[in-house]
């Protein structure tokens, strides 16, 4: 069987570079001349057409890649027929669902690169691919065993299944995060997405 391959995402250098306007005279005159200070903001431009698009795109991915996991794991514990063609079909999927989420991620809009809300959903491909070699190596020993081991190699790729959903689940994590917080142009994106929003609720 191929080998897993998951383009690794290599995260990008964040500069957070967001001023925050702070600070305001605390006057001792009376009412009518002391001066509110300013209130301090901590956003991003508004979001392109391009950057919602992306946005939309990866909720989409994930959500895809969400589905095609638990679609795995479904065939590793459906009784009947043949549980190691099962499975390993469903790999496919699994691979093709994967490489299309990072894809999508590493095609984020030009001028995106250094947003503060880009980082989280880059870094949590590390621990995702990680996951999903494990997951593969654990159908790898499903075609190889037989009777009583046949069973342990279908636990084993369970619970390899639950551990990349956990992971999967730290990107989702990311961009509900970022939508909440909005701490850059992104945030904005993920947050102007329905489809980002449905996969926060999941």
């Known amino acids: 069987m191929p080998k897993l391959v998951v383009r690794l995402l290599v995260p990008a250098a964040v500069a957070v570079l967001l001023v925050a306007c702070s600070g305001g005279s605390s006057g001792t005159g009376s009412p009518s001349t002391s001066a509110p200070g300013p209130t301090a903001t901590i956003s991003g431009s508004p979001p392109t057409a391009e950057q919602t698009a992306w946005a939309g795109q990866v909720c989409s991915a994930t959500a895809q890649l969400k589905t095609s996991i638990q679609g795995l794991a479904t065939a590793a514990t459906a009784g009947g027929g043949d549980a190691k063609t099962r499975v390993a079909a469903q790999l496919d999927v699994v691979k093709t669902s994967a490489n299309s ?97 449905a996969l926060e609720q999941q």
């Open 101 to 197: 989420l990072v894809d999508t991620v590493a095609a984020v809009p030009k001028g995106s690169e250094n947003d503060p809300d880009l980082a989280p959903v880059q870094g949590s491909s590390q621990q995702l691919k990680a996951s999903l070699d494990t997951l593969e190596q654990s159908v790898i020993a499903l075609q190889g065993a037989s009777g009583a081991a046949a069973l342990t190699a279908l636990a084993a790729v369970g619970k390899a299944a639950s551990a990349s959903l956990a992971a999967l689940g730290a990107t989702a994590q990311a961009i509900g995060t970022a939508t909440k917080d909005q701490k850059g142009t992104l945030g904005q994106a993920f947050a102007a997405n329905s489809t980002c929003t």
